[in-house]
């Protein structure tokens, strides 16, 4: 039975390509490397004895620069191919990291975590980019799925060790985190050595075609479903700013408990993401991201009635799969909506969207549990069922203009 689930598991990876696995080797590395940001907060405050609210202003900078980062990014894969482009940038993050524990000037530091956070969300739309370049179009989804799978996996070891590494010291931390920086470029760079670095459309075509963020503006439905994901990130993102408030306050859930749960989430999507996005795929990619809006939106309103803990974890598996049907057929849908020579633009801002809804997310919630703390998961659940009838109107004005079209 278990050798069956093992291959049955295994089946889903089977036919990607190698250049799609090393894409995905060498973004894990970069993310389980990402030993400071989940302690930077803790840094500031015991380390450089900040109050909290300083720190929260200090890294306010570091929120910015990573939304700008994620829209510059992928900007620059029209003129510069997208593995220099991730290369560069992993560069500037193992340098950049490196330099905070010598610093004392509060403007300095702030410069520095600004260019780290810019660096460090500039790689995901490049690798996004470098992902529809390299991965056949019949295999996407299940790349975007891997990509995630690695992702994840990178964010559940990453701060793991980097909790003990802090234990012992913080310069250990940023030593470490600017060598697996290192060690993710060099990876990249000699998976990727021999072929032509290059991008895949003529740069100079595109310059002079003005082929910029303005022109991805006229495409009115693309805007509408990055507005859409947009509301769906500040929702699933709840999970991990204004829940652990009220699961600690309301249902009296301590430190262990929360770990569990939020070790779900990541353990799930490893496991079952690759597979779901398989069968998934037969389907409309707008159609199945309705049904994880409406997913996510019924979790919220089970995790606001539900007390136990057992019954709080089968929430949270439900919410995962709304999480799964969502964001990797998000970015699917980018790759099969941007004409190939304005990829880089597409991805810029769907990268961009996701930075503005996580850094957003607990900013917007935390304010409304403050006041009104019942009322967060009213509102969640109300633009989860928003967006799922929005994204299947979307769907079928498509399928009715495709039959037209055919008739």
Known sequence: MIHRLMGWYFSAYRGLNFETWALGIAFFINRAGNLVMPFMSLYLVTQLKMSPAHAAGILMFYGAASILGSFVAGSWCARVHSVQVQAILLGIQSFTIALVPMVHSEWLLIVILSLYGFAFDGVRPASWVALTEVCPKKDLQRGFALNRTFINLGWALGPSFGGFIALESYDYLFIGNSVLSLIAMGTLLWFFRGKTMKPKHDATSAFEKKDTYWKVMGDKEFLLVQALTTLLILCFFQLFSTFPIYAKNQLGFDEGDLGILFAVNPILIILAEVILIQYASKFQTLKIMSLGAAIIGAAYLGIATVHGFWAMVGWVVFLTAGEI???????????????????????????????????????????LVEHHPNWIWLGVTLLGALTAGIFYGIANRKSKQSLSALA
């Open 325 to 367: 049907l969502v964001f990797p057929m998000a970015s699917s849908y980018v790759s099969e909506r941007a004409p190939p020579h304005l990829m880089g633009y597409y991805m810029g801002i769907h990268s961009g969207v996701i930075s503005v809804g996580m850094v957003l997310a607990p900013i917007l919630g935390l304010q």
